[in-house]
């Protein structure tokens, strides 16, 4: 394993790889390198990031860092279902994790195209974090794309109290004040 991240640090994957894997052949109870053969893969988008998180989280069920990689996985490769599942485990095993609901709510809304279900997620993600100026962002577009300009509007201008000249808060205003003309 102490070879195999040393490896990684060099750029040799392919070599890294192979000692990941017989550090877990020697111990199926090797939580990091299940992990870090999740990541690897997953950077890939292969099928096998999720057989290598999924027997990381056997092993540790509630691991925020597996979850959250366990769940982008499934966003990356477009299985939606599994990373909203995937999402609301997060949610629960760690109540104040922004990233779970803010992440369900990017699904629905740039995926899915159902921005009134994005919403509420958004606004969850907002009640772990006040300051996340994104979910601010995110939740005023899909205002936006809902029709609802007055929300939107409050959002952009919330997003950007908290990140002064956040290109996209000041893009959604602009839009915003093209439809009022």
Request: aromatic share 14%; charged share 30%.
């Given at each position: 394993?102490?070879?195999?991240?040393?490896?990684?640090?060099?750029?040799?994957?392919?070599?890294?790889?192979?000692?990941?894997?017989?550090?877990?052949?020697?111990?199926?109870?090797?939580?990091?390198?299940?992990?870090?053969?999740?990541?690897?893969?997953?950077?890939?988008?292969?099928?096998?990031?999720?057989?290598?998180?999924?027997?990381?989280?056997?092993?540790?069920?509630?691991?925020?860092?597996?979850?959250?990689?366990?769940?982008?996985?499934?966003?990356?490769t477009y299985q939606f279902e599994k990373a909203i599942s995937t999402y609301q485990i997060l949610a629960e095993a760690d109540t104040a994790f922004r990233e779970a609901p803010y992440n369900i709510g990017y699904i629905y809304l740039v995926y899915q195209k159902d921005f009134k279900k994005a919403i509420p997620f958004f606004s969850e993600s907002l009640k772990k974090d006040p300051g996340y100026y994104q979910a601010y962002f995110n939740r005023g577009y899909?205002?936006?794309?809902?029709?609802?300009?007055?929300?939107?509007?409050e959002d952009y201008q919330k997003s950007l109290k908290i990140k002064v000249n956040y290109d996209k808060a000041i893009d959604g205003l602009n839009r915003l004040d093209r439809l009022k003309k």
């Open positions: 394993y102490t070879r195999a991240i040393a490896l990684l640090e060099q750029g040799d994957t392919i070599r890294a790889v192979d000692d990941l894997r017989k550090a877990v052949d020697k111990n199926q109870e090797f939580y990091e390198a299940f992990v870090q053969l999740g990541e690897l893969y997953s950077k890939k988008k292969d099928p096998m990031a999720a057989l290598y998180l999924q027997n990381a989280l056997n092993l540790r069920p509630k691991s925020r860092e597996t979850l959250y990689l366990l769940g982008m996985y499934y966003q990356e899909a205002y936006e794309l809902a029709g609802d300009y007055k929300k939107a509007y």
